[in-house]
């Protein structure tokens, strides 16, 4: 079993260049929720050239709209959901030094580009294992957008939250790779 790298947040550019598509990671430290209606309003901001509520400088965002957290806990469920709506919001959040998008599912070939340029990656995080990933998220709190509300944006304190680079800055892709490797099979 390879060996999982942890990192803390927020990461530097020699961080995200060390990154391949495959390594497996636990991220520890802050990490914002945004969907689709919060990337929408976020990037209204910036073109209207006010800043964003967040700093997503060296940061991470991820694509989740999290249930009611149960007593005792931090958060309810927290899996990912699909990353492709978020693919038109993507080049203004990465010009903010955006380093670490998290989700599931494949992205564009535009998206993977941007990832090269601008020095980031794509984490798949579990789909379905959405109660699991809930136990590294230590704090919760509401940022911003409480109208969208579980599509509202979070900041997440985490501890060891597990995801595997997905796409690297190199234009590795897991996906492609994964499908080459069962078609010799």
């Not at 990154?19 to 689709?36: F, M, N, P, Q, S």
């Not at 009611?68 to 709506?85: D, N, V, W």
């Amino acid at each position: 079993m390879s060996e999982i790298k942890k990192l803390q947040l927020p990461l530097t550019r020699e961080v995200i260049d060390s990154l391949r598509a495959g390594d497996k990671v636990e991220l520890t430290g802050v990490i914002y929720t945004g969907r689709d209606a919060a990337h929408k309003r976020l990037v209204e901001l910036l073109k209207n050239g006010k800043e964003l509520p967040i700093d997503v400088n060296g940061g991470a965002i991820y694509y989740v709209g999290p249930t009611p957290a149960k007593p005792g806990r931090a958060i309810g469920s927290a899996g990912p959901t699909s990353s492709y709506r978020m693919d038109p919001f993507a080049l203004d959040l990465l010009k903010q030094g955006l380093k670490v998008m998290i989700g599931k599912g494949p992205r564009s070939k535009e998206y993977r580009e941007l990832l090269k340029k601008y020095h980031a990656v794509y984490l798949s995080a579990i789909g379905g294992a959405a109660a699991s990933i809930s136990e590294s998220i230590v704090k919760c709190d509401l940022v911003c957008y409480e109208d969208l509300g579980a599509e509202a944006i979070y900041r997440l304190e985490v501890k060891d939250f597990f995801g595997i680079v997905t796409y690297d800055t190199l234009g590795n892709d897991l996906f492609d790779e994964g499908i080459k490797k069962y078609k010799k099979i």
